[in-house]
C-alpha cells in the first residue's frame, strides 16, 4: 500500500517566517507534486519532481521553492511566509510514466498570521 | 494543452438516490482521465481510471464512469447513495506525453440529505 505522509496537519506560522513543508512517499516513485488547495480553485500544482534533484515550475510557483535531496522526499519552502500563502497544501506522488494515478498525503492546513 | 470543467460546484441528493457527478475534459487525443474523493480534512484517493478499452470503468465504493470521447465526457455515477459519499469529487485528466502530471477541475461538493 502506498503511503505518502506530510510532517504536520496543521501550521500556524508567522509572515516573514521561512516555512519548510516536508512530504515522504514509501513505494519508490518517481515523480512528487505539491499543491495548494483553496476553496473555489480546486488543486493548483506549485512545483513537480520527476527525479533526484530534479523539478519544473507548476502553474502558482511564486513565493515557493523546493527541494529533492533524496527519492522519497520532497520539500517545498516558503522563504518569506505571506497571509496569501494560507492554504491547504497536498503532496503527491506518483510512477513517472504517463497515466498513472497519483497517490496523495494527508495534507498540511498552514495558516500565516 | 489539457483542461477539465466540472460544472457543477455543489450537488444535493438524498440517501439511496441515484448520482452523476459531471466531468468535461480538453484534450487533443484520447487522454487518461481520473476520478478522486476527498473527505474532509483528507488528501485524494483515487476511486477510478480510464486509460484505454471499455469505456465503462468500475471504481471502489460502487462508483462507475463512462468515457464518451463523441462528448469529451466522463461522468461518475453511483446507482444508490450512502451518507458517507458526502465528500468533495475531483476530476483529472492526463496526458499521454505529460509524464505523470494531471490536470484537475475545480471539484463538486457532494450533500447527502437523510
Known amino acids: 500500500d502506498v503511503k505518502v505522509t506530510q510532517s504536520s496537519r496543521y501550521l500556524v506560522k508567522r509572515t516573514g517566517e521561512k516555512v519548510f513543508l516536508e512530504c515522504v512517499q514509501d513505494?519508490?516513485?518517481?515523480?512528487m507534486f505539491w499543491y495548494r488547495q483553496d476553496p473555489g480553485l480546486g488543486l493548483r500544482l506549485i512545483y513537480f519532481?520527476?527525479?533526484?534533484?530534479?523539478?519544473e515550475k507548476g502553474d502558482i510557483p511564486e513565493g515557493y521553492s523546493v527541494s529533492r535531496e533524496k527519492k522519497e522526499r520532497f520539500s517545498l519552502i516558503l522563504e518569506s511566509a505571506s497571509t496569501n500563502q494560507t492554504s491547504m497544501y497536498l503532496c503527491?506522488?506518483?510512477?513517472?510514466?504517463?497515466?498513472?494515478?497519483?497517490?496523495f498525503g494527508p495534507g498540511t492546513r498552514l495558516t500565516v498570521t | 494543452a489539457q483542461s477539465v470543467t466540472q460544472p457543477d460546484i455543489h450537488i444535493t441528493v438524498s440517501e439511496g438516490a441515484s448520482l452523476e457527478l459531471r466531468c468535461n475534459y480538453s484534450?487533443?487525443?484520447?487522454?487518461?482521465l481520473f476520478w478522486y474523493v476527498q473527505s474532509p480534512g483528507q488528501g485524494l484517493q483515487l476511486l477510478l481510471k480510464?486509460?484505454?478499452?471499455?469505456?465503462l470503468v468500475q471504481g471502489i465504493k460502487g462508483f462507475e464512469a463512462e468515457f464518451k470521447r463523441s462528448q469529451s465526457s466522463f461522468n461518475l455515477r453511483k446507482p444508490s447513495v450512502h451518507w458517507s459519499d458526502a465528500a468533495e469529487y475531483f476530476c483529472?485528466?492526463?496526458?499521454?506525453?505529460?509524464?505523470?502530471?494531471?490536470?484537475f477541475g475545480d471539484g463538486t461538493t457532494l450533500t447527502v440529505k437523510p
Open positions: 503527491a506522488s506518483s510512477l513517472r510514466q504517463g497515466g498513472y494515478e497519483q497517490y
Open positions: 513505494m519508490d516513485h518517481e515523480n
Open positions: 519532481s520527476y527525479d533526484v534533484k530534479m523539478k
Open positions: 484534450y487533443g487525443a484520447t487522454p487518461y
Open positions: 480510464y486509460f484505454s478499452g471499455d469505456t
Open positions: 483529472a485528466v492526463g496526458a499521454r506525453t505529460n509524464a505523470g502530471k494531471s490536470t
